[in-house]
Structures are given as C-alpha cells and as structure tokens.
C-alpha cells in the first residue's frame, strides 16, 4: 500500500499564490503518472493537472496560465504552483498517483481563497 502525503494547503488572498506537494515513498514513483484532483462543497471531484511519467502535462481549462504541475523523481515529489488564486479555487485538493491497475490517494489538503 502507497500512503502519498500531501502539504502546502492554506487560506490565502484572491491573486496570491501557494504550492502543493505531494511525497511518493517508493522508488518506484518514477513509472507513475500523477494529477492533483479539487473537490469543492457540493461538487464532483475534478482532475486540475496531471503529468505522465515522461514529464508531459495537462490541466483543466480554468487553472491554464495560472497553475503549473511539476515532478521531482529524485525526491519522488510532484508539485502543483498555483498562481493568481481565485475564490472559486477553494476546495480539497487531492493528489493521485496512477500506474496500470494501481491507483492511489492522498489524504487531502484544503485550499480556501478569500479576502
């Protein structure tokens, strides 16, 4: 069983900035695709941005230009920038890793964005 960790959540001002990680404690995290999933009151779980493997990405129309998804395989680390926050990025944030039939979850970190 994968236990990913998640951190860097917080309550922060409309156009401010904070930056998720998410820790992999196996050496294996390299084969893995990873994404950062939102879930907000009320609402289905959305994929935000994922990167395969190899390194190419993906994201959600709203978070384009403002979030930016990462990965570090030397500390089995992937990172989600997000810049420009809004009110309507305040959520959970989950973070997913996937490989084959493996699938795993972090625990969530919120996310609240208000003035």
């Known amino acids: 069983q994968v236990q990913l960790v998640e951190s860097g959540g917080g309550l922060v001002q409309p156009g401010g900035s904070l930056r998720l990680s998410c820790s992999f404690p196996?050496?294996?995290?390299?084969?893995?695709?990873m994404g950062w999933y939102r879930q907000a009151p009320g609402k289905q779980r959305e994929l935000v941005a994922d990167?395969?493997?190899?390194?190419?990405?993906n994201y959600v129309d709203s978070v384009k230009g403002r979030f930016t998804i990462s990965r570090d395989h030397a500390k089995r680390t992937v990172y989600l920038q997000m810049n420009n926050l809004k009110p309507e990025d305040t959520a959970v944030y989950y973070c997913?890793?996937?490989?084959?039939?493996?699938?795993?979850w972090g625990q969530g970190t919120q996310v609240t964005v208000s003035s």
């Open positions: 196996r050496s294996i995290f390299s084969i893995y695709n």
């Open positions: 990167i395969t493997s190899s390194g190419s990405t």
């Open positions: 997913n890793a996937v490989h084959r039939n493996s699938e795993y």
